[in-house]
């Protein structure tokens, strides 16, 4: 086999998975159904804390959003990682992520931000990573953080 697994494909990347965030409130963190995995928003927690919070577009630039979205994306695949038992080439599909942006009135970058964890699917997953997508404004998150990640995920046995 000449593809890269996607545990080589972190390396190279130089990404490190965390152990995946419990939930906060009376949810899980995914639910598999047949072949997919629905996850549960994941944030931008770092080493067990909140690595960005506020309003995007006051306090929040973008930049920081982004990089809040692609830590969201990395904490999305830690996810899929535990639903994996372990193995990321049981990924056959991201399908779709659900992008939440708390942002100040009248921001409409919402696209650009979640972009930042859509390159990092396709990063990771190559063609499996391409998916659909929502990217979408709102007033607040929960702990007040700038951006939140859902993701629907196809894997195999």
């Known amino acids: 086999d000449t593809l890269m697994s996607i545990e080589a494909r972190l390396n190279e990347l130089g990404i490190d998975l965390p152990t995946p965030v419990a939930p ?6 995914f639910v598999r159904s047949g072949n997919l995995v629905s996850i549960s928003g994941q944030i931008p927690m770092q080493d067990g804390k909140l690595a960005f919070e506020g309003k ?26 535990a639903a994996c038992d372990g193995d990321l080439d049981r990924v056959v599909r991201v399908v779709k992520l659900g992008g939440f942006v708390n942002c100040t009135d009248g921001f409409g970058g919402q696209p650009q931000i979640i972009n930042a964890a859509s390159d990092l699917m396709v990063e990771v997953f ?12 709102v007033n607040a ?15 195999r046995d």
């Open 24 to 29: 906060v409130a009376n949810y899980v963190p």
């Open 56 to 81: 995007v577009g006051d306090p929040v630039s973008e930049d920081d959003a982004k990089a809040a979205a692609r830590l969201c994306g990395i904490n999305l695949i830690a996810q899929m990682k």
């Open 126 to 137: 190559g063609d499996k990573g391409r998916h659909s997508r929502s990217a979408v404004g």
């Open 141 to 155: 998150l929960p702990l007040n953080v700038p951006v939140e990640i859902d993701a629907l995920v196809e894997i």
